[in-house]
Each structure stands twice: as structure tokens, then as C-alpha cells.
């Protein structure tokens, strides 16, 4: 109740009234029965835009880190996203992360839309990133229709690191369902996750039309913050000198 609240009376009409999010191929989205939703991650507002274009609900994994932070922001943050459907995951990996996927494919076999985001974090950059095979492997064992989709715009409206950004009209496109039943029975197989996974970045890819960096976000992350650590090092090595 909490998520249709939200949705058509709280929070989805002002949102559809002040950014106007366009859509395409909402059509290739299945009026019933189970589908993923992959998607590329921007923003902090994707998980918003991309269920308003649709009339049915979406649910999604969340940081297991919303769900266990003390205090009134832990409670009001894990009352908000629990009150709203959401599944928390422990990328850590662990019990946790086999606990988001059982949920997943709970949810798949009652016939619903599960929503996942295949590079495990927000782009820090607007580009694209690897793929983690999580979503290969829910695919094989669900046996649902994958469905790629692009938001494009979600991060010049809410850029990560910033709560409020500027205006802009995001774009949700849904791509064809991809069928991945030609390798039933081989989800233990780490190739063809690879293989099924990357065939899935490559349609949000097109359908995005962000660059491909082939790393995991979380390392080229790691990698962007080092180097500037270190330019601010040098700078601060170098005022030191002048100073002197």
C-alpha cells in the first residue's frame, strides 16, 4: 500500500508534473508475469524514474546498509525502504547477497518485476561499467526474461554525491526481452555467466549510449579516488615548497 502511495498520490505525480521523464519501449515490458529489469546505474533517482514509466511495481535489492543504520535516520531509512518493497543485499557478498537472490527469484516466480542494477553501484563518472554475473545467474535460474534498460539524465538531476542537481527531462528506455533459455542448466557455469552478462551490458550500452570502461565501478572508484588523493598530495607538496 505504502508503494502505490508513493507512487500515485505522494510522490509520482510531482515528480511527472515538474521533470516530465520521457519513455520508450515501455511496450516490451510484459503487462504480466516475471521479468529483470537491468538497468544502468547514474543516480540515487534511477530506482524513481524507471517505475514511474510503468504501471506495474518494481521492486528492487537495496544497501543492507539501509536497513541497519542506528539511529532515527537507520529507522526513518529502513522504515522508508522497507514501507516500499525493497530487498536489502550485503555486496560483501556472504549470506546476505544469496539471501537478496533468493528473495529475487521468490518474487519472479509469483509472477512480479525485479529491478537490478548489474554494476553493484552508482557510475561515479556517467560511464558504464562491467557487469557482475548475479544477474546472469537470477536470469538462468528464474528462467525470466531479461529486459535492458537506460535511464539517461538521472545524474545531472540528483549527481551522485549531491542531493539536488539541475533540471533536465530524464529518459527511461526499455529494451527487447533477451531470452537466455538456450543455456538452461549451465548456471554454474562461469563462462557462460560471463558470455550472458556481458551480452546484457552490451544492449544498456546501446541503449545508453555511455562509454564501456571493462572494470568493476567499485575498483575504478577505488582508482579515481587514489589519484586524487595523490594530486592533492602533490599540490599540498608543492604550496609547502613555495612557502618555504
Known sequence: MFYWFLKWIALGPWL????RPRVTGAENVPVEGPAILASNH?????WLFMPLTLARRVTFVAKA???TTPGLKGWLQKTFFSGSGQVPIDRSGGNASEG?????????????LFGIYPEGTRSHDGKLYRGKVGVARLALE?????????VVGTDVVAPPGKTFGRFTRPVVRFGKPLDFSR????????????????????EIM?????EYVDM????AKELSKAQADAQKDGDQGGESKLAS
Open 216 to 219: 568493476y565501478a567499485t575498483r
Open 142 to 150: 528464474s528462467k525470466a526474461p531479461v529486459i535492458p534498460v537506460a
Open 100 to 112: 537478496a537472490i533468493i528473495s529475487a527469484k521468490r518474487l519472479l516466480a509469483e509472477g512480479e
Open 65 to 67: 546498509e539501509y536497513f
Open 42 to 46: 547514474l543516480s540515487y533517482a534511477d
Open 206 to 210: 546501446r541503449l545508453s549510449g555511455q
Open 16 to 19: 511527472k508534473l515538474v521533470f
Open 183 to 202: 543455456y538452461e542448466g549451465m548456471e554454474n557455469d562461469r563462462y557462460i555467466l560471463r558470455s550472458i552478462t556481458d551480452e546484457i551490458m552490451y
